[in-house]
């Protein structure tokens, strides 16, 4: 028995974003600090401690993100025993000025949190580096048990992507240098590394073919910037050489420690984004990539196959067979994915009668 399925395929979904909390990535202070109630108690993740300062005029609490990023919303947390009106008249800050907590642009202000409660307060994509927490007012007290500071990174191609290097240097695996977190406070847990080598290189793998406009590269904060310097980075299709063939699109000069810096590759097309620092001795740390572009370069595909089977559409072996094919290529990154079944009339034979064999007898 005969039967076809049509499958029309279309490009998967393009829309890669991430919601993240920041907040430990950063270093906390705040204006005096009761006992050991310490500003990065704040960042613990734990719910029951809590920091604090003691009673002053416009008590505060800061958090340096090291960089700039654009805040969709900040959560707090509230002491979960008693003296839930201390966060009371608290104003939520987000801006670049970091001397003056007082002069950021408010994003808003705490009318009250219950004992032990979580509220989120949205930011609404307020830019800056420092977030700050500060109560107006004289003889105030305040305690924070937990700040939650969050982003949304959208667009980078490269999240979530498989990634391999040359070689790696203990716990600088290579995944981390595509984490989103830029590494500032502990590079060894939050960068990648190779080890000491000839040519070393990283790879990401986009799984598509895209057309690549930019990619950012953060260097290293505490150390060895230079390192970075004389990097290729290279855009193609081929892992001829382990990808490091393919085209170029920027060498990097030089990287300042800490730094974020951009380069263009006017829609290179590519599934393959390598850096490779040519060279003897040469090591390569990344503490972020990220890549930029649009795509993939696909378009809607109508395809017809022919199969053939002993089973009828209406039995259950064909179901999980169509089943299983659209699992197979949502794997494979295909979402808008028809399954259409027929089976074709099944043909009549025609069998033309043939007249019975006659003898005939001749005689002598």
Request: overall charge positive; some cysteine.
């Amino acid at each position: 028995m005969h039967f076809y399925t049509s499958w029309l395929l279309t490009s998967p979904h393009l829309t890669r974003s991430r919601r993240v909390n920041i907040a430990a990535w950063g270093t906390a202070d705040q204006s005096t600090t009761y006992s050991i109630a310490y500003a990065q108690i704040a960042l613990d993740g734990l719910s029951n401690t809590c920091s604090s300062t003691t009673r002053q005029n416009d008590p505060w609490w800061k958090l340096d993100l090291m960089k700039m990023y654009s805040v969709n919303r900040v959560t707090i947390t509230n002491r979960p025993d008693c003296c839930e009106s201390w966060i009371n008249g608290a104003e939520i800050r987000v801006g670049n000025v970091s001397t003056n907590v007082s002069s950021n642009p408010v994003c808003a202000v705490v009318s009250t949190i219950p004992i032990g409660a979580t509220y989120s307060y949205s930011c609404h994509g307020m830019e800056g580096r420092y977030v700050t927490v500060n109560i107006p007012g004289t003889s105030k007290g305040f305690l924070l048990c937990e700040v939650g500071v969050y982003v949304i990174f959208s667009g980078n191609l490269a999240t979530g992507r498989n990634v391999t290097q040359s070689s790696t240097n203990g716990s600088w695996i290579t995944e981390q240098a595509i984490d989103l977190d830029p590494g500032f406070k502990q590079p060894s847990s939050t960068c990648s590394s190779t080890k000491v080598q000839t040519n070393p290189w990283w790879r990401v793998d986009l799984s598509y073919i895209y057309r690549v406009s930019r990619v950012v590269i953060t260097n290293r904060l505490d150390c060895c910037p230079e390192r970075i310097n004389g990097a290729e980075i290279r855009i193609g299709n081929s892992l001829e050489n382990n990808g490091n063939n393919n085209p170029i699109c920027a060498v990097i000069s030089s990287i300042p420690a800490g730094v974020s810096s951009t380069y263009t590759c006017n829609d290179m097309e590519g599934r393959y984004v390598n850096l490779i620092i040519p060279g003897d001795s040469r090591i390569l740390t990344l503490c972020e990539v990220e890549v930029y572009g649009e795509g993939p370069s696909l378009k809607k595909t109508f395809l017809k196959m022919k199969l053939k089977s002993s089973s009828s559409l209406s039995e259950p072996a064909v179901r999980i067979c169509s089943f299983q094919l659209q699992s197979a290529l949502v794997e494979r990154g295909f979402f808008d994915v028809t399954l259409q079944w027929s089976q074709p009339p099944e043909q009549e034979v025609l069998r033309k009668e043939v007249a019975p064999a006659q003898c005939a007898v001749r005689k002598r």
